[in-house]
């Protein structure tokens, strides 16, 4: 009973609050019915009901637990989630209206996955479009794929400004909580902290930074550029000029200017950019549009490693991201991000006999990428760097598996 009415509190306090959209929100319902042993009629629609009664789905889930065991993690979002044990992956769907009752769950069969790492990059090599994976440990290769590559990472760019922020306050110039003021030129899209605060609200750096990182807040993002620099952006990436998010916003929606910013060199994108200022904010639909590799930021897997390194121990990663066990790591740092047509994560891992391990996959594909089939394979991929086998001989084999 106690458990009934902690999951019905659980979806009514926390899925209106987020407008019903929060992935991570629905990722914490989801982890409390996958706990739970009855379910209140009321959690749920009416079709829901119809479709799958409260009692089924009591068994459904218990079979789950005596079968499979504890839920170690759950990823995925926008209604398709995979909830994994020690050795299966659970897929489900959940979609979750904005007054808080489930209007849609169900239950699929599980499904093992590999738990060797030559086994888990064997998905990722499979992926159609462009693909640059690196793993290593302790800042050596354990394999790689095109780890060099340019490709496009939309706001995954964020950790380049993370650096630059890092350095600024080592250096002195600047300290964390140092304030920064709000103001109405900020507002963009996909800012979902950010973009509510009034003009002249100040916040601080660290405030900032862990808003961009956590919740991928635009604004944030563009804040922090500004007070950084775009310059100093720019030479953690490797690349001038740099747009902000809301300038790449708006190269998407004027189809002439990104043809010229494309076919620039530096000073004229430069002009080009300057030339913004008068552009208003697109609407939200447009920014919909399949992104161009012309006006993406372009980062190769082996930078997002050399650039995490420099930033893995400050305290703004989100907490709880889902890829990497708590129990197993120590500690864990995730810079994720993406655009329509690409989606680029880095994870820095720590673990119990302290080796070091980073992670880094961008997957760019013209007709869009599945957040949820990548994060399927990458689980896996990072489960196996935890199993006690002989890295030595992984090494050589994945190395082997990448040259064919």
């Known amino acids: 009973m106690i458990a009934r009415v902690f999951l019905w509190l659980l979806v009514m306090t926390i899925v209106p609050s987020a407008h019903a959209a929060d992935t991570t929100d629905h990722k914490a319902v989801l982890r409390g019915i996958l706990q739970a042993e009855s379910f ?20 459904q889930v218990g079979a789950v637990r005596k079968d499979l065991g ?56 499979k992926l159609p479009g462009w693909v640059s994976v690196l793993v290593q440990k302790n800042g050596a290769d354990v394999f ?6 340019l490709l496009s990472v939309g706001s ?88 902000s998010t809301l300038e790449y916003a708006k190269l998407r929606s004027e189809t002439e200017l990104a043809d010229g910013y494309g076919a620039s060199d530096a000073a004229g994108r430069m002009d080009i950019l300057d030339s913004l200022e008068e552009i208003p ?45 708590p129990s197993v790591w120590k500690r864990a740092a995730l810079s994720a991000g993406g655009a329509a047509g690409g989606l680029s994560w880095t994870i820095w891992l720590e673990g119990s006999d302290k080796a070091e391990y980073c992670v880094s996959l961008t997957w760019n594909r013209g007709d869009g990428v599945d957040e949820s089939a990548l994060s399927d394979l990458l689980v896996p991929l990072i489960r196996s760097l935890s199993n006690p086998v002989d890295q030595a001989a992984q090494t050589a084999s994945t190395k082997q598996t990448a040259s064919q």
């Open 281 to 325: 904010v697109p609407p939200a639909q447009t920014a919909l549009l399949p992104s161009d590799r012309k006006i993406n930021w372009l980062i190769s897997s082996r930078r997002f490693c050399e650039m995490m390194q420099f930033v893995k121990d400050l305290t703004v990663f989100p907490n709880d991201h889902g890829l990497a066990v």
């Open 156 to 243: 995954a760019f964020k950790l380049a400004v993370l650096v630059a922020l890092s350095a600024k306050v080592k250096s002195g110039e600047a300290d964390w909580s140092t304030g920064l003021e709000v103001r109405d030129e900020h507002r963009t899209l996909n800012s979902p902290v950010v973009q509510r605060m009034p003009a002249g609200s100040v916040m601080t750096v660290h405030t900032l930074a862990v808003l961009m990182m956590a919740l991928d807040d635009h604004a944030a993002t563009d804040i922090l550029m500004e007070f950084v620099g775009r310059d100093a952006v720019g030479i953690v990436m490797g690349s001038k000029p740099v747009p």
């Open 70 to 125: 504890e839920v170690l993690q759950i990823t995925g979002g926008h209604g398709s989630y995979s909830a994994w044990t020690r050795s299966r992956r659970v897929p489900v769907r959940l979609s979750i209206q904005a007054d808080g009752k489930i209007s849609r769950l169900r239950i699929r069969k599980s499904r093992k996955f590999p738990t060797d790492l030559e086994g888990a990059l064997k998905g990722l090599q």
């Open 40 to 59: 209140p009629n009321e959690l749920f629609t009416r079709g829901q009901r119809r479709s799958v009664s409260p009692k089924r789905l009591a068994r």
């Open 144 to 149: 790689e794929q095109n780890a060099g590559e």
